[in-house]
Antibody, heavy 117, light 108 residues
Framework: QVQLVQSGAEVKKPGVSVKVSCKIS????????IHWVRRAAGQGLEWMGG????????VATQKFQDRVTLTQDTSMSTAYMELSSLTSEDTAVYYC??????????WGQGSLVMVSS | YVLTQPPSVSVAPGETAKITCGAN??????VHWYQHKPGQAPVVVIF???DRPSGIPERFSGSNSGNTATLTISSVEAGDEADYFC????????????FGGGTKLTVL
């Protein structure tokens, strides 16, 4: 069955970066894009960006374009999302999700990133 | 492209809950609905307006016309309490993956 397993919770200080991983199984990694969505406490779902694993190209919303880096290791069937220059407003649960058509059909369990001095 | 949902909907067990998602001409788009419970991953409950993934009860249904898409949950159960988000893909937007603000469904 399709599974997306993410890395664990992180506590970071303002100004540094965080890197979250998303290891997939149950399908061929390069056949589906992996996207990243976050949800802060009391807020809604917010799309950040995504990567086409076959072509290696990425897309990101303007809000995060300068701070988010999406990478992958196809040999490990793993996608990565790195967010730099963290502030307290980046405290959220970060999800990876598989793009199936125009929706996200399978999601990781989420990775809590807490930014605190 | 902005999707507008009511912040909250409350219903008693066994009643029908309707959660709306409003936007200009949303009736022309494929709308998807996610259920999100605390501490869990979001789950697709309706995709492409009215299709249900395997494992989602028939109590969940969707419709879309004009400027409003609707998620209907009939015979609501306590386990349906969650946040629900609508989502569309808008190819013309800078941010093509658009979520509604979310609706908290409370089962009284």
């Amino acid at each position: 069955q399709v599974q997306l397993v993410q890395s664990g919770a992180e506590v970071k200080k303002p100004g540094v970066s965080v890197k979250v991983s998303c290891k997939i199984s149950g399908y061929i990694f390069i056949n589906y894009e992996i996207h990243w969505v976050r949800r802060a406490a009391g807020q809604g779902l917010e799309w950040m960006g995504g990567m086409n694993p076959a072509r290696g190209n990425t897309v990101a919303t303007q809000k995060f374009q300068d701070r988010v880096t999406l990478t992958q290791d196809t040999s490990m069937s793993t996608a990565y999302m790195e967010l730099s220059s963290l502030t307290s407003e980046d405290t959220a649960v970060y999800y990876c999700a598989r793009k199936g058509g125009t929706l996200f059909d399978f999601w990781g369990q989420g990775s809590l990133v807490m930014v605190s001095s | 492209y902005v999707l507008t949902q009511p912040p909250s909907v409350s219903v008693a067990p066994g009643e029908t809950a309707k959660i709306t998602c409003g936007a200009n001409n949303i009736g022309t788009k494929g709308v998807h609905w996610y259920q999100h419970k605390p501490g869990q991953a979001p789950v697709v409950v309706i995709f492409y307006i009215s299709d249900r993934p395997s494992g989602i009860p028939e109590r969940f249904s969707g419709s879309n016309s004009g400027n409003t898409a609707t998620l209907t949950i009939s015979s609501v159960e306590a386990g349906d309490e969650a946040d629900y988000f609508c989502q569309v893909w808008d190819r013309s937007a800078d941010n093509p993956w658009v979520f509604g603000g979310g609706t908290k469904l409370t089962v009284l």
